[in-house]
Structures are given as C-alpha cells and as structure tokens.
C-alpha cells in the first residue's frame, strides 16, 4: 500500500497510475487524511455472444437467423459415372 499526498499525485499522477495497474493500492491524502484510493480496475470478460455481436456490428460477421433455409448442396457433376459422394465413400 502506498500513501501519497495530493500535491505529489498531481505531479507524477502517471507514475502513480503505473503502480495501481500493477496491482498496488495507492492511497491518496489530504493533509495526511486519507480521501481516495486508487486500485487495478478488474478486467471484465465479454462472453462469446458479446463478442459476436461486437464482430456483426462490425460487418465482420453475418449471424445467422431462422429466416434462412439451409440449402442443400447438389451433387458435384463428374465426367465419368462415378459421382463424389462414391469417390469419397471408396477412399474411406
């Protein structure tokens, strides 16, 4: 725990601001009384849906909605009679 009076805040506030991200606690004084304290803010973590929101706002991402059918993807054409649904079923 650090105690610092007002006027030494003032003048290396960003020094100070450095210790508190590090996770000390600076406590601040007014005529050696303490006033305020600063703390590492707590990293908050956004669940996956926050995120995916984020990215569709962002046009990174398109969600999917119930409107939307699934279409089925018809069989690719080959030269010979043998489709690729049997080319994959023999390879496995």
């Given at each position: 725990?650090?105690?610092?009076?007002?006027?030494?805040?003032?003048?290396?506030?960003?020094?100070?601001?450095?210790?508190?991200?590090?996770?000390?606690?600076?406590?601040?004084?007014?005529?050696?009384?303490?006033?305020?304290?600063?703390?590492?803010?707590?990293?908050?973590?956004?669940?996956t849906i926050e995120k995916m929101?984020?990215?569709?706002?962002?046009?990174?991402?398109?969600?999917?909605?119930?409107?939307?059918?699934?279409?089925?993807?018809?069989?690719?054409?080959?030269?010979s009679k043998i489709t690729a649904?049997?080319?994959?079923?023999?390879?496995?």
């Open positions: 725990m650090i105690y610092v009076g007002v006027r030494d805040l003032k003048a290396k506030l960003s020094e100070y601001l450095d210790k508190a991200r590090l996770g000390d606690e600076v406590i601040v004084t007014d005529h050696g009384k303490p006033i305020a304290r600063l703390i590492k803010e707590p990293i908050k973590q956004k669940s929101y984020l990215l569709a706002e962002k046009g990174m991402i398109q969600l999917p909605s119930k409107d939307k059918q699934s279409k089925v993807t018809p069989p690719l054409k080959t030269k649904s049997d080319i994959l079923m023999n390879d496995r």
